[in-house]
């Protein structure tokens, strides 16, 4: 480590990018080896002549290549590599949309090594996995998905299950069998942006619903079917993005039961209840004849996989679901299906949702602890915080001073159906954010928001 200084200098990249870098080239020149201990952060920044943070990031940056391991009390170690090719690609790691709110990374070394080890079964059948197939799913695909559901109180039979490429691709799916061009759907009137993007897409009109503590106003809710005949009403109960609310059981049954009155289809995104130990059930459970449930796995496994499973109300709407996944995207990846349904079916994807479950525990801790200079909602399973705006703070400023920060921070415009001004932002936990770096990049939010609110 006696020129990494100079190495670092030297490099055109970020500091904390020639650190990482630094310890790859040590390990491919056999100066660093399997088991060898790193020094600690704090003694490494002074050795090289750079901030605590840097170091803590460059370490960060290393452990998401799969270049070291940490263990608290222990120290970090470098890693055994059997070949420098099987390193991730660095470009490709940095490829990442901090926009998005993702679910804490998994770093644990055994939780890891049991992931690759699916990934390596599924790859003894790559040939046939590389072939069209089935556009929703095989039966064993879907007799997997039906035991991922069963987790949600949801028991139903296959000929209603579907493997979709991803909760996206199958809105968009569901959305051209329930609605044309110019027709009226039903949304919280602060909505996934997500939503809001493949209803435009589509010519859609969005009409947004008030909500209160407990979501969307059932009595709003009957006046906008009365007055806008829609097509369709799509909401997202369960740790609602970006505001965290939980819809509680009675509201749910509330709301159903106008459905039911008006016979209008429900667009249920579950995305996050898998996560939740006690998640209120699905409203696909008190409604199943009229509710399209997705449950995607971009939250509780991994947004890489672009998987989601999903429930149509019939056996006939099955049917058109397929047919509608085939013209949106011909079938979900059968290499992605095949990882899953493995992870699912040996327990994998259960131990990453509980990582999932526990790293977010610790992280919104953090959040309360540093965040003071702003208030903010959020559940201790949420990926994210709902920040609301101090005076004299604009999201503008904010985001402008936060720009070299690895955090994704989002305005209220991107959800709200009216345009309103932007007196909130999604703060987001989760990626590829270390739970190591948290503390600090969140203390430099908490200064900025100081700042700007003293006009310093």
């Not at 109180?153 to 329930?178: E, F, K, Q, S, Y």
């Not at 971009?298 to 047919?323: D, H, W």
């Not at 399973?381 to 955090?407: D, G, K, Y």
Request: with cysteine; aromatic share 6%.
């Amino acid at each position: 480590m006696d020129n990494w200084s100079q190495r670092i200098e030297q490099s055109n990249k970020p500091r904390y990018l020639a650190i990482a870098d630094c310890i790859a080239q040590d390990m491919k020149d056999r100066v660093l080896l399997p088991g060898d201990k790193l020094p600690p952060q704090r003694k490494l920044a002074d050795m090289i002549g750079v901030d605590f943070t840097t170091v803590s990031r460059g370490y960060t940056e290393a452990l998401s290549r799969g270049l070291i391991e940490s263990h608290v009390g222990r120290g970090t170690f470098v890693l055994p590599q059997q070949s420098f090719s099987e390193i991730s690609d660095e470009r490709r790691a940095l490829a990442n949309d901090l926009t998005m709110n993702s679910p804490p990374e998994p770093t644990d070394p055994d939780l890891l090594e049991r992931m690759r080890s699916g990934l390596s079964a599924v790859s003894n059948d790559l040939v046939h996995l590389l072939r069209y197939q089935n556009p929703i799913g095989g039966e064993i695909d879907k007799e997997a998905a039906s035991i991922w559901l069963s987790m949600r109180g949801l028991v139903p039979n296959l000929d209603r299950i579907a493997v979709t490429p991803g909760a996206h691709a199958t809105m968009l799916a569901i959305l051209t069998i329930l609605a044309r061009p110019g027709d009226c759907v039903l949304c919280e009137d602060i909505t996934y942006a997500g939503f809001k993007k493949i209803a435009a897409q589509l010519g859609l009109r969005l009409i947004g619903l008030p909500m209160d503590k407990d979501g969307i106003v059932p009595d709003a809710l009957e006046a906008a079917i009365k007055q806008h005949q829609p097509k369709a009403l799509y909401l997202n109960p369960t740790l609602h993005n970006p505001t965290t609310l939980i819809v509680p059981q009675d509201r749910r049954l509330e709301i159903t039961n106008v459905m039911k009155r008006h016979d209008l289809p429900l667009i249920e995104d579950d995305a996050y209840g898998f996560v939740l130990p006690d998640a209120p059930p699905p409203m696909a459970a008190s409604a199943p004849e009229l509710t399209w449930y997705i449950g995607g796995l971009a939250k509780c496994i991994g947004a890489g996989l672009r998987l989601a499973y999903a429930i149509a109300p019939s056996a006939r709407a099955g049917f058109a679901m397929e047919n509608g996944i085939r013209a949106v995207s011909v079938m979900a990846s059968p290499v992605s299906m095949a990882i899953a349904t493995r992870w699912v079916l040996d327990g994998t994807a259960d131990q990453i949702r509980r990582f999932i479950r526990s790293e977010t525990i610790i992280r919104q801790e953090i959040a309360a602890k540093t965040i003071t200079e702003a208030k903010f909602v959020s559940h201790p399973h949420a990926f994210n915080i709902w920040l609301r705006l101090p005076e004299n703070v604009t999201c503008a400023a904010l985001m402008s001073n936060m720009a070299n920060q690895e955090i994704g921070i989002t305005p209220e415009s991107a959800f709200t159906t009216t345009g309103q001004q932007d007196r909130f932002v999604r703060v987001c936990l989760g990626g590829r954010l270390h739970r190591s770096v948290l503390p600090q990049t969140l203390t430099h939010l908490n200064n900025q928001l100081w700042q700007l609110s003293n006009g310093a």
